[in-house]
């Protein structure tokens, strides 16, 4: 006897689905009424592949722990949209990219996807049991589009939103490698100086029993430490590092460390712009998909990855759910409250009072600007919220690229002069006391 899979809405309208065994769609349908439900969707449910049918769908997979890099969905996506504007079934378009796909995550979920949809199963509800490859962002939009059958649209929108997010994230690391190189290369001249060349500099000022300058001493100490307690060197970083980890496992930890980046002089400006940047391109492709307002803000929340701004996003929820509009709960939630965690980064890392200063100068400022909030309020208004919500992305993207190449160009020069400055120390340092000696010997 056939399984058939029916969607169908009870007596409260609440959306039902289930699925019925029964000889033809006629006796199914007539079977769904008797059990109280009004019928709106009907259809033959495949059986799923035997045991050694299955197996052999799996042959292809291999062992992954990581899950899907963000420039492979990204690509993924932007074939998958391509395939359908040609026309091509869904199930014949995942066949071929999973032909193409390398071994390695992607090629096992869509493995599974396939799998899923050759079983009966929706594309949405298929994506979303592999939740390593295909997020809750990811999952909605698919599922938004199938529902309004406008799936190509859909795809589209996904793949310009995970190209300009990659191409954002692309240049934000291209900004850094330079800097990163840089210190890397002058971390390995100092330390070049102070175990191997340094030390026979100290050995003559000995034989010589002489008085040495406050800055020799202080050269002399520095190069001990990397020579007898360079573990110190290596152990207090990563000490720092695994701190920060622990402590952000806590949402309320998480929120003081996420609160001291967005402040944090410099590249304060870059994380800030970079977060609001991603969480309305989010919301706006979420919102033009489709996906109500309410999921769409949950969703907006969840891949934010700042606590500052899940809480931003929390305070909208409330709101919208008391009747209120997006705009008003932007701006009287802009300002951040005072969190000691935030204070404790400070001084940790600014020096004590002087970190307590700087945060006091900075906790009244905003993490969404007065433009974010009109521009949004505008959408609402003219009922063009998605097209509001690209315009501050693409408004805030410019100032990321703006902000990081203004960066760059003033991270070059005092690279240099750091770099410079050590090497005059050093210098400095060594020839102060062999001065001294020579004037001794020639007198």
């Not at 809480?311 to 969190?339: C, T, W, Y």
């Not at 190449?405 to 690279?415: A, H």
């Amino acid at each position: 006897m056939p399984t058939y899979q029916f969607e169908a809405m009870d007596a409260s309208g609440k959306e039902i689905k289930d699925v019925v065994e029964a000889v033809n769609e006629d006796e199914a349908a007539i079977t769904i009424k008797h059990m109280g439900y009004y019928l709106t969707k009907l259809s033959v449910r495949k059986e799923r592949k035997t045991a050694a049918v299955a197996s052999g769908s799996k042959k292809g997979k291999t062992f992954t722990l990581a899950g899907v890099k963000s420039k492979v969905l990204c690509t993924f996506t932007r074939q998958l949209s391509i395939l359908q504007d040609a026309g091509l079934p869904i199930l014949r378009s995942l066949k071929i990219l999973e032909g193409q796909a390398k071994p390695g995550a992607l090629k096992n979920a869509l493995i599974d996807v396939i799998d899923e949809i050759e079983g009966g199963a929706t594309l949405s509800e298929a994506m979303a049991k592999c939740p390593k490859a295909f997020n809750r962002l990811y999952v909605n939009m698919i599922k938004a589009g199938e529902a309004g059958g406008a799936l190509e649209i859909i795809l589209q929108r996904l793949a310009e939103f995970t190209e300009k997010s990659e191409a954002l994230k692309r240049k934000i690391k291209g900004a850094l490698t330079y800097p990163v190189c840089v210190v890397m290369f002058s971390v390995g001249i100092l330390a070049f100086l102070m175990v191997f060349i340094i030390p026979k500099f100290i050995k003559i000022f000995e034989d010589f029993d002489t008085t040495l300058p406050v800055m020799t001493q202080w050269l002399i100490f520095v190069s001990n430490m990397f020579l007898y307690y360079w573990w110190i060197l290596i152990a207090v970083p990563v000490g720092i590092w695994l701190l920060i980890k622990m402590m952000n496992q806590f949402d309320y930890c998480r929120f003081g460390w996420n609160l001291f980046t967005l402040k944090m002089p410099v590249f304060g400006q870059l994380v800030e712009k970079n977060a609001v940047a991603r969480a309305m391109r989010t919301l706006g492709t979420l919102v033009s998909s489709g996906v109500p307002i309410i999921e769409a803000i949950t969703i907006t929340r969840e891949t934010t990855g700042n606590g500052v701004f899940e809480r931003l996003f929390d305070k909208i929820l409330e709101a919208i759910r008391q009747g209120e509009s997006i705009a008003k709960p932007i701006k009287e939630n802009a300002v951040p409250p005072i969190h000691p965690i935030a204070i404790f980064w400070w001084c940790f890392f600014c020096g004590g009072p002087i970190g307590l200063l700087l945060y006091m100068m900075k906790f009244r400022q905003k993490i969404m600007d007065d433009m974010v909030v009109n521009m949004i309020d505008v959408g609402e208004e003219t009922g063009e919220l998605d097209k509001m919500l690209y315009k501050v992305a693409d408004t805030f993207d410019d100032e990321v690229n703006v902000l990081t190449d203004s960066l760059m160009s003033l991270m070059e020069p005092l690279l240099i002069i750091f770099l410079g400055g050590m090497v005059g120390f050093i210098v400095i340092s060594l020839f102060m006391p062999l001065i001294s000696l020579i004037s001794k010997l020639s007198g």
